[in-house]
C-alpha cells in the first residue's frame, strides 16, 4: 500500500473494464507508457482512505476512476482549458497505476461520482468507453446519420445514446461480422454492414473505434459533403494515400484525445438521464489475460469487465 498525497484516496476496487487502450499497453504501442505498469483505466471502488482533509469524497463513498489522472495546471493548453492534451498529463493504468488490481491509488481531483442507476460492473465501461465515446460523439456535430466504425464497448454505448436522441446509427464492423452487425440492429441501429461496404445514405459524421487506418478513406468516402470523420481511438495503424476527392467538400477529419474532467461531469449527468444498458461480460481479475485475448479476437458482445469478487476460471 503506497502512501496517499493529500490529494489521493485509497479505493478497494469492486470492478475494472477492459480497454482496447490496454491492449496498446500491452504491445508496446505508446510512446509514453511506463512499464511495469497496472492497466486498467475504467476504476470502481470505494474509498478506504484519504490523504487529506481536501478530498470531497467520504470513506466508503463510490468513485470512477478515467483515464485521465493527472493534469499540470500550468502548460498552455491547461490555460486553454484542453487540459486533455495537457504535457505532462498523467494516464490511469499507462503512465500511472491503474485498475487490474484489488486495491488503487487515485488523485481524487480526477475522479466520478457515478449515477445510482448502475451497478459497478455495468458503470466500469462508462469510464472510458462511454466517457470518451461522448466526446468523440460530440466532435461528430450533430448530423442525424450517424456512422460507427467498430462496434464494441464504445460504440454499443454510443448507439444507445444516439438513439435516445433521436439520431441514424450505421454500424459498420469486420467483414462477416454477423454477431455484431445483429448486436448492433439489436440497439437500434437502422444498417449494419462490413466496413468496406458503402452504407444505403451518406453519413452526416463517422467516428472510428476501430484502429485500422484504411478505415479513414472508407469513412470519407460514405460521408456527404461538410461531414466530419473522427478518430476516437488512441493508436490506428497508418492512413493510406487516398484521392483528394475524398476530402475535397469541406470534409474533416480529426482525433479525440483524452477527456477534459469537463466532459466527464458531462456525460455522467447524461448517463444518469438517459438509461444505457452497457452489455458487458464478467472476467475474474485472475482471468484478465482471458478478457484480453477475447477483446483482442473481437469476440466480445459490449464490454469485457474484470470484477474482484469474481471467482477465477482458471486459479487452481
Ligand atoms: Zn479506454
Ligand atoms: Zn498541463
Same mark, same amino acid.
Given at each position: 500500500m503506497p502512501p496517499l498525497s493529500p490529494q489521493q484516496v485509497l479505493l478497494e476496487v469492486s470492478a475494472c473494464g477492459v480497454c482496447r487502450t490496454d491492449l496498446h499497453v500491452l504491445d508496446g504501442e505508446l510512446a509514453n507508457a511506463r512499464y511495469p505498469v497496472t492497466p486498467g483505466h475504467e476504476i470502481v471502488g470505494r474509498v478506504l482512505a484519504v490523504g487529506g482533509p481536501g478530498v470531497p469524497f467520504k470513506l466508503g463513498e463510490r468513485v470512477g476512476v478515467p483515464w485521465l489522472g493527472f493534469t499540470c495546471g500550468e502548460c498552455r493548453y491547461c490555460k486553454l482549458k484542453l487540459e486533455n492534451l495537457c504535457e505532462r498529463a498523467g494516464f490511469t493504468g499507462c503512465t500511472l497505476d491503474g485498475g487490474y488490481a484489488e486495491h488503487a $491509488?487515485?488523485?481524487?481531483?480526477?475522479c466520478f461520482a457515478i449515477p445510482k442507476r448502475y451497478d459497478d460492473e455495468h458503470a466500469a465501461p462508462l469510464l472510458c468507453a462511454g466517457l470518451i465515446g461522448y466526446r468523440a460523439y460530440r466532435a461528430a456535430g450533430d448530423g442525424e446519420n450517424l456512422g460507427l466504425y467498430g462496434f464494441g464497448a464504445a460504440a454499443h454505448l454510443l448507439a444507445q445514446l444516439a438513439r435516445a436522441q433521436g439520431r441514424r446509427v450505421f454500424a459498420f464492423t469486420r467483414r462477416g461480422d454477423d454477431a455484431a452487425q445483429?448486436?448492433?440492429?439489436e440497439l437500434?441501429? $437502422?444498417?449494419?454492414?462490413?466496413?468496406?461496404?458503402?452504407?444505403?445514405?451518406?453519413?452526416?459524421?463517422?467516428?472510428?473505434?476501430?484502429?485500422?487506418?484504411?478505415? $479513414?478513406?472508407?469513412?470519407?468516402?460514405a460521408t456527404r459533403k461538410g461531414g466530419r470523420v473522427v478518430c476516437a481511438g488512441i493508436h490506428m495503424s497508418d492512413i493510406p494515400s487516398f484521392p483528394y476527392r475524398l476530402l475535397w467538400g469541406e470534409r474533416t477529419v480529426t482525433s479525440v484525445a483524452n477527456l477534459t474532467r469537463a466532459d466527464g461531469l458531462e456525460f455522467m449527468?447524461?448517463?444518469a438521464d438517459v438509461d444505457l444498458a452497457p452489455a458487458i461480460e464478467c472476467?475474474?481479475?485472475?482471468?484478465?489475460?482471458?478478457?484480453?485475448?477475447r477483446?483482442?479476437?473481437g469476440e466480445l458482445r459490449?464490454?469485457? $469487465?474484470?470484477?474482484?469478487?469474481?471467482?477465477?476460471?482458471?486459479?487452481a
Open positions: $491509488v487515485a488523485d481524487a481531483r480526477y445483429r448486436f448492433a440492429r437500434g441501429a $437502422v444498417w449494419a454492414g462490413d466496413s468496406e461496404s458503402a452504407p444505403p445514405e451518406e453519413l452526416d459524421a463517422a467516428i472510428l473505434f476501430a484502429p485500422i487506418g484504411a478505415l $479513414v478513406p472508407a469513412a470519407l468516402a449527468r447524461v448517463a472476467f475474474a481479475l485472475a482471468d484478465a489475460n482471458d478478457a484480453l485475448a477483446l483482442r479476437g459490449g464490454a469485457a $469487465v474484470l470484477t474482484m469478487r469474481g471467482r477465477a476460471k482458471t486459479a
